[in-house]
């Protein structure tokens, strides 16, 4: 059987695309392992995938990025450089978050996920190495980016992200903070932050102000730029909503 795909126009011969239109999960596994060097996967349309371990991806293989739309029981996290998820599931991550790391994850997009509610644990989110870019939009259920800790979580008492130089958060009406937890974040590589259209996003975590971000100049809230000058994150927030009449979250 002869399987055609179609190849964006700006595509490298190291991308493939797979479409559920075209083929079942089942034939999935006529692709394994990948073509030789190939580094870039988009998944579409896959109703019933779960994971593309073990059906698709084995141990070599030189993915980096993968591309997910339309697999709406997807929801088993791999470790790729680049992850961009347009509409999914209720959670991000299934499999057992102690075993779960994603030291290679450097660039995360998610778009259109209308019931996802939060998007790492706080045990996955400690491993997040190498992540430089976080973008969210038009996700309508989500409240908060680390979920609060959990019992086995209580030994972890800061997150770093040593990495992360650009925050993107847009049309996210129910999110509340990066985190409700009172949880530390460092943040030492961070220079951009842009927050438009969260109305329930009074602060930006809820740690008292215990968040250390030095290279933060400038973030833009609401298409406002704000200049930081050594003021913590939280208290940037709350003074911007205080200017523009906005009442703050009640405690």
Known sequence: MAY?????????????????????????????????????????????????IPCLLVDGDCLKTLQISNCHNFNYLINVEELTVLEGTKHMWKSPSELLRLHNLQILKIYFWEELKVIFPASIAQGLEQLKQLELRS?????????????REETIDNVVFSQLIKISLHRLPNLKAFCMDNLPFK??????????NCPKMKTFA?????????????IKVNYHDIMVDGTDLDTVMQNHYKEEGVAGPSN
Not at 22 to 37: E, G, V, W, Y
Not at 142 to 149: H, W
Request: charged fraction near 25%; include cysteine.
């Open 139 to 151: 996700c309508d259920e989500l409240e908060a980016i680390v979920a609060e800790r959990q019992e």
């Open 4 to 52: 055609h795909f179609r190849l964006p126009s700006n595509a490298k011969p190291n991308y493939l695309r797979l479409s559920g239109k075209d083929i079942t999960i089942s034939q999935l596994d006529c692709f394994k392992p990948l073509p030789p060097r190939t580094n870039y996967l988009h998944l579409e349309s896959f109703e019933d995938l779960r994971n593309i």
């Open 206 to 218: 809820a740690s008292d102000g215990n968040q250390s971000t030095p290279k933060l100049k400038v």
């Open 187 to 196: 943040w030492p590589s961070l220079e951009m932050v842009e927050v438009s």
